[in-house]
């Protein structure tokens, strides 16, 4: 999904793709945190920076795809 983005972004310039495709970055980063947390709470907490940074991104897309 990380390497989908780009393209999706820079090559076609779709943002609507790309929104969706931060989206569905966020779900399955959200999943990985729940998925993680119950293996090892130290994992779940070392994947918690990398939800916020795609929560942040999705959050800039969304702004992006608002004013275009």
């Known amino acids: 999904l ?3 983005w780009m393209p999706l972004f820079s090559v076609l310039k ?3 793709l790309s929104l969706i495709d931060d ?3 966020v779900a399955t980063a959200v999943a990985m ?3 993680y947390r119950k293996v090892s ?3 779940g907490i ?3 920076p990398y939800v916020l940074w795609t929560c942040f991104v ?3 897309m ?3 795809w608002l004013q275009n």
């Open 2 to 4: 990380n390497a989908l």
């Open 14 to 16: 779709s943002h609507s």
């Open 23 to 25: 989206i569905v970055l």
């Open 33 to 35: 945190l729940l998925t």
């Open 41 to 43: 709470s130290a994992a």
């Open 46 to 48: 070392l994947i918690v």
């Open 58 to 60: 999705t959050a800039v």
């Open 62 to 64: 969304t702004q992006i």
